[in-house]
């Protein structure tokens, strides 16, 4: 596989490919980074930076809107994640720039699927049904695993392993045993909310035969 060329721009989050991800750009740095990249349709990386440290991985991204250009130079932008990268050289900063960058090796996409496992679909909708929250989501669109991902519970720890994982099908039953252990602390927490709900209420209750 051979290496790019990518700045970066850190964030305490996981982009995913495919994932809309809309940025208030504030600092001069992040300032100059996006510019070059809207005025040479440049792409840029975002590591995931977890306990103070770039583990290794990120997403490729690109500038796809300017929404608005403040007076003191923010700016508030759409960007679109492409594909994943391992971080392989890091320059802070890089050199004649105000950000910093480095040497990438994009990672293979393995689809290896055509449509979602069924469990997988069947456990989101449970969740969603317990959370009262409509949550909507394209099963052609594809990977699914990236598309659901940040709407299924996941610790950013979690969502960044799930970033590493290489292959679909892997992903999704990563998924799956992560919803199988949430939904009935899910379901409890309901269960428990209705009960506090009920505590205050007169209740006709029918006597008990000893």
């Known amino acids: 596989m051979t290496t790019s060329l990518l700045p970066f721009f850190p964030l305490n989050l996981v982009a995913y490919p495919g994932e809309t991800l809309n940025l208030h750009i504030f600092e001069e740095r992040y300032r100059q980074l996006v ?44 960007t679109e994640g492409i594909r994943v990268f391992r971080i392989e050289t890091f320059d802070n900063p890089v050199a004649g720039k105000l950000y910093a960058g480095g040497e990438v090796t994009f990672l293979p996409e393995d689809t290896d699927l055509i449509r979602p496992l069924p469990q997988l679909v069947e456990l989101l909708e449970k969740l969603y049904s317990l959370l009262t929250t409509p949550v909507a989501y394209d099963v052609k669109q594809k990977p699914f695993s990236f598309q659901v991902a940040h709407k299924a519970g996941l610790s950013l720890v979690d969502e960044y392993e799930l970033l590493t994982i290489r292959r679909e099908s892997a992903r999704q039953q990563f998924l799956i045993q992560h919803l199988q252990k949430v939904i009935p602390i899910v379901a409890e927490m309901e269960h428990t909310k209705t009960r506090i709900r009920m505590n205050g209420h007169f209740k006709n209750l029918d006597p008990l035969n000893f």
Request: glycine fraction near 10%.
């Open 35 to 78: 510019n070059e990249c809207m005025e040479e349709n440049k792409t840029f990386g975002i590591p995931a930076f977890l306990d103070n440290r770039m583990p290794g991985c990120g997403t490729e991204m690109k500038v796809v809107a300017l929404h608005e250009r403040h007076p003191d130079g923010s700016m508030d932008i759409s």
